[in-house]
């Protein structure tokens, strides 16, 4: 028997130190079904404590945490990765590990990828390797998704593979380069000759090293004038990337990809650095495991994942899980668009059959059958939902109620781009602007696709744009967000977004003002009128007086109102705009209590620019 705590004036159990596994995005619900409380009674604790949480609601870590303390539980919030891994394990399935003893693997392909700084020339690299041009097909010539290649070598007289991703190259799409190291074998890292190290060089460097990733150092544009290989190599040396002929152990080779000079070099180097530093070995023989690189929704095919495969072997009818995505392998090709019956490990290839959309990065698995695959990806999309739920909920005290409950300006949106990294990275980019607490961003929904009808109602519901990346409506949907008044504004280039949506916010932003002295004048007489009723003859002394003009009445020091007008105002006895210093005149005020000795403070509100 627990004894009882009574926390925020509530009797509840006392785990006595005892630990506590919650998911990501658990409810007070799912928290009180562990420890056999009531549910209300820890939402009436937590409202005692300060802050407002309904019983059904995500709750954040910390919230989990701070009330796992206060009942003398260790709240352990379970890793995305603990949670994939023990929902695997309890249908009897490993990610990660190759099946059988070391007879059964194989020599697999390296997979690459190509990183560095934006126009130093990975696209051209990529060009000359496999004689395409993606580039002139990109807008503003920037890559803006993950693409997967092989290409033969000929290495030793031996007939070899190397698989090449593509990575983005504008600096929104972090995310999606560290996902692309991190199922990677080796980094080709790009740096012109005649540029030098650069921020994206050295945090392509940070990822491949994070990611444990050996680097081969491509200086590129070596025919250009003003190049300097060897200034490259001096530069590299400060971050660890020291080269074979200063005694260090990363290979240098100076290319132009735009000649095609040296690109066997570079092959045959990848090749040796792979064999030399790492022993890439895999099981062809199992059920498949891999890794979505891309995914986008495709009108004729439907959901089309790019997957590289890293064990075992993929085959047209086998039943898979691809993140919170499932389906059966109904069709699959390669970089060339022709059918392959069957792909091996280190083979990229799209896959047609899913449900949906799968994640770019999410981990693809070969199950028993089509009710397993549908189990696993259920529970993955519900443990999505919670954890995007507590991290978009925004924790209120009830301290700051008052200040949530006031009016603040939101900015709805909802984005739709052509494949799935592209709309995190957008999602990323987009939730980092900084404007002001005044102003809010707040993404409804994003996907992958056409913007759609269903799109625009909600749209239209919540006030919101819809940003379509690379994509357009489909159907009606124009017609009805024309009808409903829905914005929808189209970008093909991602920094192009964030400058307007940027933009946006700054404009919806309360002007700010400041107050400009305009002019002072003194009450010097008194004079009564039946028409107009008590006029102060005064003298300006300073600036203007004008008539309307906002004026603050000081007696003896005093601040008596400071939201009085001028109604009436003249000099002599004609009707005047505006008096100069020097000169006296007659005033009405719309404040009535004057007296001779007052001073009349005339100023305007005057709009400031913001930083």
Do not use: W
């Not at 986008?296 to 995505?325: F, K, N, W, Y």
């Amino acid at each position: 028997m627990q004894a009882p705590n009574v926390i925020g004036g509530v009797r509840l159990p006392d785990g006595g130190g005892a630990s506590l596994r919650l998911a990501r995005g658990a409810s007070l619900s799912d928290f009180a079904d562990k420890i056999g409380a009531d549910a209300a009674a820890l939402v009436q604790a937590l409202f005692n404590l300060g802050e407002m949480v309904t019983a059904t609601a995500s709750v954040s870590e910390e919230t989990l945490v701070l009330l796992g303390d206060e009942m003398n539980y260790k709240v352990e919030v379970v890793s995305p990765e603990d949670e994939d891994r023990e929902l695997l394990e309890s249908f009897d399935l490993q990610f990660g590990e190759d099946e059988g003893g070391e007879e059964a693997l194989v020599q697999r392909p390296p997979v690459v990828t190509v990183m560095g700084h934006v126009d130093h020339g990975k696209t051209r690299l990529l060009d000359s390797i496999r004689k395409t041009n993606v580039g002139s097909g990109e807008a503003g010539g920037i890559t803006q998704g993950i693409g997967a290649y092989q290409v033969k070598v000929t290495y030793e007289d031996e007939d070899r593979y190397v698989t090449f991703l593509d990575t983005p190259g504008h600096e929104a799409f972090t995310a999606m380069r560290a996902r692309g190291a991190q199922s990677t074998d080796v980094a080709i890292l790009v740096v012109a000759a005649d540029d030098g190290v650069m921020p994206q060089t050295v945090e392509a460097i940070n990822h491949a090293k994070a990611a444990d990733v050996p680097i081969v150092v491509a200086v590129n544009k070596i025919d250009k004038e003003g190049a300097q290989p060897d200034k490259i190599r001096g530069q590299l040396t400060e971050y660890g990337l020291i080269p074979e002929e200063y005694g260090g152990d990363t290979m240098f080779v100076d290319i132009s990809a735009k000649q095609g000079l040296h690109i066997n070099d570079l092959l045959e180097a990848v090749l040796l650095t792979a064999d030399n530093t790492l022993e890439l070995m895999a099981n062809p023989n199992m059920a498949a495991q891999g890794v979505a690189i891309e995914a986008h929704l495709d009108r004729g095919r439907g959901p089309v994942a790019t997957v590289i495969v890293q064990r075992g072997t993929l085959r047209i009818g086998d039943s898979i899980v691809v993140g919170d995505a499932h389906g059966r392998v109904r069709r699959m090709v390669d970089e060339f668009g022709n059918d392959v019956d069957e792909a091996g490990p280190s083979r990229p290839v799209q896959v047609q059959g899913l449900n949906s959309v799968s994640g770019a990065g999410d981990n693809l698995l070969v199950v028993e059958d089509d009710r397993v695959a549908r189990q696993i990806a259920d529970r993955r999309n519900a443990r999505k939902r919670n954890a995007l739920a507590a991290k978009s909920r925004k924790r209120i005290s009830l301290e700051d109620l008052d200040a949530v409950l006031k009016e603040t300006s939101t900015l709805n949106l909802i984005l739709k781009g052509d494949n799935a990294g592209s709309v995190e990275a957008l999602e990323e980019a987009l939730l980092k602007i900084e404007v002001d607490d005044e102003v809010a961003l707040n993404i409804i929904d994003r996907g992958v696709g056409a913007v759609t009808q269903t799109n625009v109602t909600l749209a239209a519901a919540s006030d919101a744009i819809i940003i379509g990346f690379n994509v357009r409506s489909e159907g009606k949907a124009t017609e009805e967000a024309n009808a409903e008044g829905v914005e929808i504004r189209y970008y093909s280039v991602i920094y192009r977004v964030i400058e307007e949506i940027e933009q946006a916010l700054r404009g919806m932003l309360k002007p700010i003002y400041e107050e400009r002295e305009v002019g002072r004048a003194e009450i010097r007489a008194l004079f009564k009128a039946s028409a107009v009723g008590l006029i102060a003859g005064c003298m300006v002394e300073s600036g203007k007086v004008r008539r309307n003009a906002s004026v603050r009445l000081v007696r003896d020091g005093s601040v008596v109102t400071d939201k009085a007008n001028i109604d009436s105002l003249r000099r002599e006895k004609d009707d005047v705009t505006e008096v100069a210093a020097g000169y006296e005149c007659g005033m009405v005020l719309s404040y009535p209590d004057i007296q001779v000795g007052d001073i009349i403070e005339v100023y305007e509100e005057v709009e400031v620019p913001r930083d």
